[in-house]
Structures are given as C-alpha cells and as structure tokens.
C-alpha cells in the first residue's frame, strides 16, 4: 500500500515562500507522476501543479512564475517551492499520485489521479 504524507504548511505573511513535501513510500518511486491540488474553504478543489516520470511539469496559470515543482527521487520526494505567495493561495494543499508512468504531458486533471494524501494547510496573510 503506497503511503502519501504531505508537510511544509504554515502561516506566513503576503509575499512569503514555504516549500511543501509530498513523501511516498510503499512502491517505486519513480513509477508514477505527482501532482499537486488545493482547496480553499467553499472552493472547489483546483490542481496547482504536477511533474510526470520524464520531468515534464504543469502549472495553473495562478501560479506560474511563483510556484516550482520538482522530485528527488533519492528522497522519494516530490516538493513545491512557492514564493511570492498570496492571501489567494491559502488553503489546504494536497498530492496525489497518477500510476500512468507513461504519460509525457503533465496534467492537473483529478480523475488521472490515485492515491491522496491528508494534505498540508497553507495560510498567507495579507
């Protein structure tokens, strides 16, 4: 059974970074994509952004430019750096994991999704 455990959240002020993990275990690591969501409260949950096999990475247009996406995969590790963050980015983020091993474009489509985490609550300031 693959295990999903996300940290790194916290309160920081606007204009602010906090860099989450997302760890694995229980499969190999390097078999999967990884993909990051949030949800705010009354939001709908919305994917921020993923990194297939081959690095290909994705981001939401929200968050392009401030947000990288990145994996260790001697760390079994996948992170999101997020700098320049905003009162619009608080809420609960989470990874997930896409079994299409295959797949060269990344995507944040939640159905290609299995696999979720708990999540890790990120609070921005303003």
């Known amino acids: 059974e693959v295990q999903v455990v996300e940290s790194g959240g916290g309160l920081v002020p606007s204009g602010g970074s906090l860099r989450l993990s997302c760890a694995t275990s229980?499969?190999?690591?390097?078999?999967?994509?990884m993909g990051w969501f949030r949800q705010a409260p009354e939001r709908p949950r919305e994917g921020v952004a993923a990194?297939?096999?081959?690095?290909?990475?994705y981001y939401t247009d929200s968050v392009k430019g401030r947000f990288t996406i990145s994996r260790d995969y001697a760390k079994d590790t996948v992170y999101l750096q997020m700098d320049n963050l905003k009162s619009e980015d608080t809420a609960l983020y989470f990874c997930?994991?896409?079994?299409?091993?295959?797949?060269?474009?990344?995507?944040?489509?939640?159905?290609?999704?299995?696999?979720w985490g708990q999540g890790t609550q990120v609070t921005v300031s303003s």
């Open positions: 229980g499969s190999t690591f390097g078999a999967y994509g």
């Open positions: 997930a994991l896409d079994w299409n091993f295959r797949r060269t474009v990344a995507s944040t489509t939640a159905r290609m999704y299995e696999d």
């Open positions: 990194i297939t096999t081959n690095g290909t990475t």
